[in-house]
């Protein structure tokens, strides 16, 4: 299977990478539709649906977001091994959170609810796995996740104070194809 063309759901699965570099060719409304389509087809809880969709495709906008969720996380991150190599990342001036990527689709939980973060994550897999299925690049964002839950992540967003954005998903057409990841064997405890 080739990166783009089509394929069978084991090939998305198996082929689907986190892509951090992006050509500045647009993806389109209609694609974009199709991918939060594919969303909303995904499991939730008591059929719920607890989720909206914020697509933003304003560059200057995407180029804010990223420069003050870079300074919220700096502001934030506790001290530590892992966190010291994201302070060093996130200083960097160069270092765009989004990488530039030409979409952000921000899955949010419309209320709170018991099930609403999973319900989201649900919906962001299907919707990285129908970007995969597109020929598009996909990642989700965790340095962005904090800040767009403050009130002026909110605001910049256009969310409502109750809302909870759970998956910032950037989408675009990757450079090159991502490099295959390596997996370790699963754990597993068989009962019974």
Avoid at 140 to 150: C, D, E, K, P, R
Wanted: proline share 7%; hydrophobic share 50%.
């Amino acid at each position: 299977m080739t990166w783009g063309g089509k394929m069978e759901l084991r090939d998305a699965i198996a082929g689907r990478r986190s892509v951090r570099a992006y050509s500045g060719q647009v993806v389109d409304e209609m694609t974009l539709r199709r991918l939060i389509d594919a969303a909303v087809l995904a499991p939730n809880a008591v059929n719920e649906q607890p989720w909206t969709f914020t697509v933003v495709r304003d560059a200057a906008l995407l180029d804010s977001i990223s420069a003050d969720a870079k300074a919220h996380l700096l502001a934030t991150l506790a001290a530590g091994p892992r966190t010291d190599g994201f302070r060093a990342v996130l200083g960097e001036a160069a270092f765009h959170i989004f990488y530039h990527a030409p979409a952000l689709i921000v899955i949010s939980a419309t209320a709170p609810g018991p099930w609403v973060v999973e319900d989201c994550a649900l919906a962001a897999a299907n919707l990285m796995l129908a970007a995969y299925g597109e020929g598009l690049g996909s990642c989700w964002i965790g340095f962005a996740q904090s800040y767009l839950n403050t009130a002026p992540g909110k605001r910049a967003l256009g969310l409502p104070e109750a809302c909870m954005p759970v998956a910032p998903i950037i989408v675009g057409h990757a450079k090159t194809p991502p490099l295959p990841a390596l997996r370790r064997a699963p754990e597993i405890h068989w009962l019974g």
